[in-house]
Every structure is written in C-alpha cells, then in structure tokens.
C-alpha cells in the first residue's frame, strides 16, 4: 500500500482488467493491424486463380457477293498453361499469411506493454497528486497556523511570509500533478480508442514484485515465443520461396489452341468447292531469349541473403533487450528494497514531531520545512520506486514476448 490518503471516487472508474479488455477490442491502430492478415489471405485465394482460356471468333468473306468464292466462320478456343507457377505463388501466400500473423502478435505484445505501462503511469500520477494535495494541505494549515500566532505576537513577519510562500509554492505543485493525473487518464482513453470518454479515476496500487527469474530461462523462452523473431524467420522463408518463383517464372508459358473453322459452297464456276469443315490443333512456345539477362534472379537472391541477416539480426537485438530488461528489474528491485512503509511512518513521525515543537516555540521554521521536504522526497521516491520496478518487470515480459501482465 502507498498512501492512506483518500481520492474522490468517480462513475468512470477504470480497473486494468477492463482496461487492458478495452484496449483490445477498440484500439485504433491495433484495430488497423489486424487487416493485415485478411489482406495476405485474400491475395492467397487470389494466387489459387488459373489461367483464363481465351475464345476467338473470326468471319470471312471471300468476294461471295461478287465472284461467289463462299464465307467462312471460324471458332478457336487457347489456354495458356504455366509450368509451377501456380503452386509457386500459392507458397508464397501461405508464407506471407505466416508473416503477418506473426506481425500482429507482435502488435499485440507492444500495445498490450504500452498500454499497461501507460496505466502504471497513471497509477504513479495519482499517487503523485495525493502526495502535493497532502503536502499542500499541510503548508496551508501550517500558513493559517502561523498568521495566527502573529496576530497574537507569538511569531515574526518573515517566518508567516515564508509560510504563506510555502503554501503558495505547494498549490501550484499540487495543480501541476493534477494536471499530469488528468493527462494520463486521457491517455487511457486514447489507447481505448475513445480520446473522449472522461475517465475519473484508476483502480489498483503500485506494489514490489518479488518474483525471481532465470535469464538463461529468460533467454531460451525469447528465442521460442517472441513474435518479431518468428515474423523475421518466416520473412527470411518468404524470400525464400519468392527467388523460387522468380526462377519459375522465367519458365515460358505453353499455350494450347484447339479450333473449328466452316467455309460455305463455293459457287465460282472457274474453281468450284462445296461446303466443308476444318479443325485446328496447335502448340505455341515463346522463345526464352530475356532469360539470358539474370539481373532479377541475383537481386531476389541478394534479398534472400538479406532477409536472413535481419533475422540473424533480430535475434541478437531480442537477446539484449532481455539482458537489458533483466539488469533494468534487477536494479529496480534493489532501489525498491531501499524504501518501506516504516520509513514513511517514521518521516511523518518526524514532521509530527518538528511540527508539536515548532507549536511550542522550541524549533525553527526552517527545520519544520525541512522535516516537510524530507517526508514529501521520500514519500514520492518510494512511489517512483514502485513504478520502476513494475514497469521494469513489464519491459521484462515484453522482451521475452510475453503478453500477459498480473498486476
């Protein structure tokens, strides 16, 4: 537990379950990203197509009107038939399939950290504002304290002037962190995809997290699950099967024809003919001279080495982001260790007590302000060590692609 001090309770109060379930379902940006699958499994169906045939009609007439030589109609039917190409691209698209859906569980992994760091914020913020509304309430009762005994004689004008400037210098503190509060609640709303809906309030409270880890555990769990590092493997596939439909694709298409063709009586009396029908077959192959230039086979394969040296890439990066995320929560643990609830009960002790002696004439202002400072710093440095060492453990998760957070 933080802070005893209590917080107006608001209609929109927010809990991080219902948050991060918000979040999910209406984020803006995720809400875009999950197109991306849809589109790589449209253009899958559109890799299944086969070729269309094509159907040719042709009319003749040989001067029939004049020197009666007939008219002739006739009907081809042609296909172009690809060797491979087909299932060449088909593979391509399950691969990119691959590709995107591990792009949106990486999406995922980032806005589910970002979205729960930001309500750590929150958390920090509200707990930022109870300390200036607290301390400000202090310097105030102890301005109000003071113009009192000056009425009576009991006090200088220098020590209530200072008093009043110390409560004048905390209400602005204490509007400042209000204002920081409400920003981060509008930050909740945006990353819930509805910048407008006027959050009050979080629930929850920043707490230690005492759990232990392994990071060669850390390490091994990063390399199986983290989504940018399988998307960057299928990416490295993907180019794979891209140079092996760039080299099919060389392979030139055979078409195939098949035609019927009827020529009427010839009437001429010089070359008569009577009517009659003819069937065509025929084979047509281009001659694949454009082969001999290999420019786009060596720019695919030069993508393939490319694609696997940003693999090899990303998981180097994955590696030390874990190291780095381990050492971060490490220390962050052992700055958290550094404060307690005791020694905040023992600064307000202190403050207590400078306060009754200051009543009493038998301390200085000063020393009533300092006790006052004293208890503020450390009652936010522990606040400011909470946050680090939950937000540390969250980097944590998400650099070994976790996407779950118990807070």
């Known amino acids: 537990m933080l802070l005893a001090a209590s917080w107006p309770l608001a209609a929109q109060q927010l ?6 379930q918000r979040v999910m379902e209406h984020n803006a940006g995720y809400r875009a990203a999950q197109m991306e699958l849809p589109i790589a499994q449209s253009e899958l ?14 009319y003749g007439n040989n001067s029939d009107w004049d020197i009666a030589m007939g008219q002739s109609a006739e009907l081809e039917v042609s296909k172009s038939f690809s060797l491979g190409k087909r299932r060449s691209r088909m593979n391509v698209a399950k691969e990119n399939i691959k590709v995107q859906e591990a792009g949106l569980q990486d999406y995922e992994r980032n806005l589910r950290a970002d ?8 958390l920090l913020a509200r707990e930022t504002a109870l300390i200036s509304r607290d301390y400000a309430d ?8 003071d113009s009192l005994r000056h009425s009576r004689g009991d006090l200088s004008e220098i020590d209530v002037t200072q008093s009043r400037l110390e409560s004048t210098v905390a209400q602005q503190e204490c509007i400042a962190a209000q204002a920081a509060y409400r920003n981060a609640l509008a930050r909740l709303d945006w990353m819930m995809g509805d910048p407008t809906r006027g959050t009050q309030e979080v629930g929850g409270t920043l707490t230690r997290q005492h759990t232990l880890v392994d990071l060669q555990q850390l390490l091994q769990t990063c390399a ?4 940018d590092i399988i998307q960057a493997h299928h990416q490295a596939e993907a ?18 024809s098949v035609g019927m063709s009827h020529s009427t009586r010839v009437r001429n009396e010089e070359a008569p003919a009577p009517p009659f029908n003819g069937y065509t077959i025929g084979v047509s192959l281009p001659l694949p001279v454009s082969t001999l230039n290999r420019g786009e086979v060596q720019a695919q394969q030069y993508r393939v080495q490319q694609a696997s040296s940003e693999a090899e890439a990303a998981r180097h990066t994955a590696q030390v982001e874990v190291m ?6 490490v220390s ?3 700055r958290a260790d550094a404060y307690s609830t005791e020694i905040i009960e023992q600064a307000r002790q202190v403050l207590d007590g400078k306060m009754y002696a200051y009543q009493r004439g038998e301390t200085s202002l000063l020393e009533v302000l300092n006790a006052q400072h004293l208890y503020l710093d450390i009652q936010q440095e522990y606040a400011n060590s909470l946050y680090e060492c939950m937000k540390c453990w969250v980097e944590l998760n998400r650099s070994i692609g976790s996407i779950s957070y118990n807070l």
């Open 224 to 227: 199986a699950q983290r989504p």
């Open 115 to 122: 979205a729960t760091v930001a309500y750590l914020s929150a």
């Open 239 to 256: 180019a794979e099967r891209e140079l092996r439909l760039t080299r099919i694709e060389r392979i030139p298409d055979i078409d195939l």
């Open 138 to 145: 202090n310097m105030r009762t102890l301005y109000h304290s």
């Open 324 to 329: 780095e995320a381990y050492n971060d929560y």
């Open 15 to 20: 809990d991080y379950e219902s948050y991060i």
């Open 332 to 334: 962050a643990m052992t």
């Open 45 to 58: 169906k559109q890799a299944r197509m086969f070729n269309d045939p094509t159907v040719s009609f042709s």
